[in-house]
T-cell receptor
């Protein structure tokens, strides 16, 4: 049973345009969400996070939106750059006592075309 | 460079064999995590140690075991290997135990590629 789902395995976007990566979750106990970025031959690196008390968090070109009622979050990258080409993982956890393991989605491969 | 060091980077072994993957966490990090990434799967959480003690267990097979030593490095032991165990195994670390929570960013190593033939 996949608790965190990234239904698009891949996404292609032109340089300068907006990239929107989507993520859905099923576990109501999740209240903290993260995005990780992974380049080939490297480990995932933390990108941005959002707590369930917010519906938006912005960091430079990266914005994460959370829709709790729909159990959906999205990562927006504006403007997209070729260096953004990577696999993006959505992850979720519960902040109760820190005992809830971080659950990752399968990832979305973003290709930004120059 | 995340500061998390994993060895070996690549490993090829035969079915039925046993291997040990090693991880040195970032300096100061007390928590170590192990994840498995297979071809068609995301990052599957295996196990977490915090300051030498097992903290959380995920989808870790009984053939697999791990430990964290007093110097905080960790080892993941994989035994009776099967073809399906071929995967990228990541070690990660963070300062304290709360997985991925604010202020407790999880840093990943580059992974150990295991191929079972």
């Amino acid at each position: 049973d996949q608790q965190v789902k990234q239904n698009s395995p891949s996404l292609s976007v032109q340089e300068g345009r907006i990239s929107i990566l989507n993520c859905d979750y099923t576990n109501s106990m999740f209240d903290y969400f993260l995005w990780y970025k992974k380049y080939p031959a490297e480990g995932p690196t933390f990108l941005i996070s959002i707590s369930s008390i917010k519906d938006k968090n912005e960091d430079g070109r990266f914005t994460v939106f959370l829709n709790k009622s729909a159990k959906h979050l999205s990562l927006h990258i504006v403007p997209s750059q070729p260096g953004d080409s990577a696999v993006y993982f959505c992850a979720a956890t519960g902040s109760d006592s820190g005992n809830t393991p971080l659950v990752f989605g399968k990832g979305t491969r973003l290709s930004v075309i120059a | 460079d995340s500061g998390v060091t994993q060895t070996p980077k690549h490993l090829i072994t035969a079915t039925g064999q046993r291997v040990t993957l090693r991880c040195s966490p970032r300096s100061g990090d007390l928590s170590v995590y192990w994840y498995q990434q297979s071809l068609d799967q995301g990052l599957q959480f295996l196990i977490q140690y915090y300051n030498g003690e097992e903290r959380a267990k995920g989808n870790i097979l009984e053939r697999f075991s791990a430990q964290q030593f007093p110097d905080l490095h960790s080892e993941l032991n994989l035994s009776s290997l099967e073809l399906g165990d071929s995967a990228l195994y990541f070690c990660a670390s963070s300062v304290w135990a709360g997985q991925g929570l604010s202020g407790n960013t999880i840093y990943f190593g580059e992974g150990s590629w295991l191929t079972v033939v």
